[in-house]
């Protein structure tokens, strides 16, 4: 339906986008949010620099890799320290809080519409912000998630307690705010005791994240109920004012948000789109009337709504 050369095509200044993005929240009768990873990054959930060195200073010094995502996949030889650098992962990234206020920007632009979210992130932010865990759908899964790593059975476990039992046997220490506070006086252990690796309780195989990297990934209970309340919303405002609002999501996997943006914008209609991306902000030529897009920092933007 839609040409490539025309969704690279970048749609006024601005300033001038930003007043017609307040004035479709406010005409509309209902929100989608459509959530990439640079949301994320915009809150300061970087995966590099100054808060990989910090925490994983010593994995990189051991093994030469340079930030969090490769280090994710290095094969290391024991499950021990698997699971040393994994709980360092997840815990700054699902049980810390962002550095930056942006999805609590999000949350008060959002909290008193009608709306929905649907977000390819996998870090519990929009929760912690304050969003309705029944309005969210998580498609990729969720870091605070163990599943069995086969997996034998289609069901999902909490991990919060057994992660901060792996933060703390590391020598890490948490203060009452939840942030992670290093070793005093010397560096971080880079394993875990081995009664705190993780098993399957059916199979005895080993954990692995809820993380949808391969045909492995279990889609739960809770998934699928979200997955049917995503579907509602649809169906309930098809012929309603929408503005389908897309935040940070690039070109690695568009099927799931922005082509079904698209499609859905061009398809109703009084629906409308709204693109907030730092360098990719676009819409193709067919629904170019109905759309705004506006490049920058998407917290910077938010300030500014």
Known sequence: MFLKKSTMKSINSCCDEAERLKQA????????????????TSAGLVYTGERFDTYFGDFAAAYGFHDMYAGGFYPYQTLEEHWAYWSRYIYINRYMDA??????????LAKDKDY??????????????GFDKERLFYTQGDYGLFQCSRPCHKATYDNEDTIRRMMLAQGFRISPD??????????????VPSDLVPYCPKCQSPMSMNLRADSTFVEDEGWHRAANRYDTFLRRHKNAKILFLEMAVGFNTPSIIKYNFWRMTYEWKDASYACLNLKEACAPDEIREKSICINGDIGEILSQL
């Open 25 to 40: 929240l406010a005409d509309a009768d209902a929100v989608l949010i459509g959530a990439g990873a640079g949301l994320s």
């Open 116 to 129: 929905f979210v649907l977000t390819t992130n996998v870090d519990h932010c929009f929760q912690k912000a």
């Open 99 to 108: 550095p930056k206020p942006v999805y609590d920007q999000l949350y008060q």
């Open 178 to 191: 939840g942030s992670l506070l290093l070793p005093e006086g010397e560096a971080p252990r880079r394993t």
